[in-house]
C-alpha cells in the first residue's frame, strides 16, 4: 500500500518571502506520478505542479518548484515570493498502477502581509 | 467546458435516510473516482471506475454504492446514512487528451451533514 506523509500540519510566511512544504512517501512500483494541489477556502482542488519518478529534473511551474529525491522518496515544495492568494490547504499526492491517487493529511499555509 | 460537476453542493441527511451524489465530467475522460474529505485526514478514496463499465472499491468503500451510469456520469449512492458520513465528497475524473499527464481533476465537492 502506498502512504504518503506531510510532517508539517501548519505553516507560516511572508508576502515575498519563500517556504518550503515537506513531503515522504513510500510505494514499492517503479513508475508513478507526484502532484501537489491546493485547496483554497473555496475547497476546489487546483493542481499546482506534477513530477514523474522517471524524470531526474525537478519540475517548475512559475514560482512553485520541487525537490524530488527520489532514494529518499522525498517530493517538497517552494513557494517562492509568496503572495496572499497562495493561503490555503496543500495536499501532496502520489499515483501509481491504476490510477488512484493517494493523499497526504495536508498543510494549511498561511500568509500574512 | 464545465469540466466536473457535481450535485448537489449541500445536503442534510437523517440517520437512515438514503441519498445519491451525482457527478459528470465533459472531458471525454476514460476514468472517474469518489473521494471523501474529514478534517486532518486529507482525502480518501471511496470507489473509482476505470472505464465505463467497470467500478472498484477503494479504501473507504463501507456504506456506499457507486454506478457508471455511462461514459460521463458516476454516481454515489448512500442507501442509510450514518453521522460517520458526515463528510465533504469530491468526484475526479482523468484520462484522455486533457490529462496526459494523468492529473486528476475534481469537482468543486459537496458537504453532507448526516444528523
Known amino acids: 500500500a502506498q502512504t504518503v506523509t506531510q510532517s508539517q500540519p501548519e505553516m507560516s510566511v511572508q508576502e515575498a518571502e519563500t517556504v518550503t512544504l515537506s513531503c515522504t512517501y513510500d510505494t514499492s512500483e517503479s513508475d508513478y506520478y507526484l502532484f501537489w494541489y491546493k485547496q483554497p477556502p473555496s475547497r476546489q482542488m487546483i493542481l499546482v505542479i506534477r513530477q514523474e519518478a522517471y524524470k531526474q529534473q525537478n519540475a517548475t511551474e512559475n514560482r512553485f518548484s520541487v525537490n524530488f529525491q527520489k532514494a529518499a522518496k522525498s517530493f517538497s515544495l517552494k513557494i517562492s515570493d509568496s503572495q496572499l492568494g497562495d493561503a490555503a490547504m496543500y495536499f501532496c499526492a502520489s499515483l501509481t498502477g491504476y490510477s488512484t491517487l493517494t493523499f497526504g493529511k495536508g498543510t494549511m499555509l498561511l500568509v500574512s502581509p | 467546458n464545465a469540466g466536473v460537476t457535481q450535485t448537489p453542493k449541500f445536503q442534510v441527511l437523517k440517520t437512515g435516510q438514503s441519498m445519491t451524489l451525482q457527478c459528470a465530467q465533459d472531458m471525454n475522460h476514460n476514468s472517474m473516482y469518489w473521494y471523501r474529505q474529514d478534517p486532518g485526514m486529507g482525502l480518501r478514496l471511496i470507489y473509482y471506475?476505470?472505464?465505463?463499465?467497470?467500478?472498484d472499491k477503494g479504501e473507504v468503500p463501507n456504506g456506499y454504492n457507486v454506478s457508471r451510469l455511462n461514459k460521463r456520469e458516476f454516481s454515489l449512492r448512500l442507501e442509510s446514512a450514518a453521522p460517520s458520513q458526515t463528510s465533504v465528497y469530491f468526484c475526479a475524473s482523468r484520462g484522455g487528451a486533457y490529462s496526459p499527464y494523468n492529473e486528476q481533476f475534481f469537482g468543486p465537492g459537496t458537504r453532507l451533514t448526516v444528523l
Open positions: 471506475s476505470a472505464s465505463e463499465g467497470t467500478t
